[in-house]
């Protein structure tokens, strides 16, 4: 019973406690801020078909908070709700502001099909209801009939499709949760690249780049399974690991230690002590382990190495820089690795 507990408490817990607070806070004026026109919420009855609908897919969460909480989240007419599976949200306790705009990003001002998705082109981007945030297109294969909206696929096309709303499951939120802004503020998620005719390609070739090294399945990934704080830091330099590497970049190999206490050091530092874990090379702990010792490994730091010390008698792991990886290979794919490792590695600016 406890176990069943860990799972699914904190979301229940944060739903009667948002139904409690924002059933007085959030009135209809509140909503319409989140567009330039007031909002009309769909009819209770057709929120009881989407909720059923929901439910009958597997996505529970959505579904109770459809038909349980109009007062929190009732969306308007002719919109359009990208449904979060309940694994990627269900461990996570967030606070009622957080979930609610969370949401809102999910949600677009317009009903539109697959079908329609299908008919835009790549770099698109369609406002929410969150503060008019926008959603990008970053992938379409008509053929197959896939599409991926801020890299996320949409694991259930047309799961809803009425007159006035249309409901699609996605596999995992739009944006990064990240844990330094659980507030709900407007910073909570990175902006998309939008496309016009003239910057189409352009946008499409920025999200591809981002896309190939699978940066926020990397960040997600760091974030739950206790890397927290070196997830945050990554998250936070992202955009200039983006624009120093737009090109070229197809693999990448991360030291991640648990705790990366230089969050607090200066701004200006923080993307140098991130980069130092990160190497432009998927190596595997196999691969490591076959290198020479002494070998340098370059990193995203570019006048800063890391050693390959190879496997030293008074440790049981490979040590590289003279910092253990106690985590080989804890999470791989064909475009990156991720070692854990028993402490940062220490920026050289630091120790001067």
């Known amino acids: 019973m406890a176990s069943f507990c860990s799972g699914w408490c904190p979301l229940y817990f944060v739903a009667s406690v948002t139904l409690a607070v924002l059933a007085i806070t959030i009135t209809a004026h ?12 769909i009819a209770h009855d057709l929120s009881v078909n989407v909720s059923r609908a929901l439910r009958l897919a597997g996505f529970d969460a959505m579904a109770d908070l459809l038909h349980r909480s109009p007062q929190f989240y009732l969306p308007p007419e ?34 539109v099909s697959m079908d329609d998705l299908l008919n835009k082109t790549t770099g698109t981007c369609i406002p929410t209801l969150f503060r008019q945030k926008n959603v990008a297109i970053t992938k379409i294969d008509a053929n ?19 007159s006035q709303i249309a409901i699609h499951g996605v ?43 699978e940066w ?28 120093d590497y737009s090109m070229g970049l197809d693999s990448v190999t991360i030291f991640a230690p648990q705790d990366l206490a230089l969050l607090a050091s200066p701004s200006p530092l923080l993307d140098r002590v ?30 800063q190495e890391l050693e390959n010390e190879g496997i030293q008698d008074f440790m049981s792991g490979l040590i590289i820089s003279g910092v253990e990886i106690v985590a080989p290979d804890v999470f ?21």
């Open 30 to 41: 509140s909503i319409s801020k989140n567009s330039d026109a007031a909002i009309t919420p």
């Open 78 to 111: 002719n919109s359009t709700i990208f449904a979060i599976q309940d694994s990627a949200i269900r461990n996570s306790s967030l606070p009622p502001s957080f979930l609610k705009n969370l949401l809102l990003y999910h949600t677009l001002t317009s009903k």
């Open 144 to 162: 197959r009939r896939l599409l991926e909206i801020n890299h996320v696929l949409i694991s259930h096309p047309d799961l809803f499709v009425g």
């Open 171 to 213: 596999l995992e939120p739009f944006s990064f949760l990240d844990p330094q802004n659980l507030g709900g503020g407007s910073d909570f998620m990175k902006s998309p690249i939008c496309s016009s005719t003239s910057n189409s390609m352009l946008a499409s070739e920025a999200y591809e780049s981002m896309k190939t090294v």
């Open 216 to 243: 926020n399945r990397i960040i997600l990934l760091l974030s739950s399974n206790g890397y927290v704080s070196f997830s945050i830091g990554l998250h936070s330099v992202l955009d200039e690991i983006l624009r």
């Open 274 to 303: 991130v980069g130092l874990h990160i190497l432009p090379q998927r190596f595997t702990y196999r691969d490591l382990i076959a290198l020479p010792a002494r070998t340098l490994l370059n990193t995203f730091v570019p006048d």
């Open 332 to 352: 791989t794919s064909d475009k990156f690795v991720i070692h854990g490792i028993s402490r940062a590695f220490t920026l050289a600016e630091l120790t001067a």
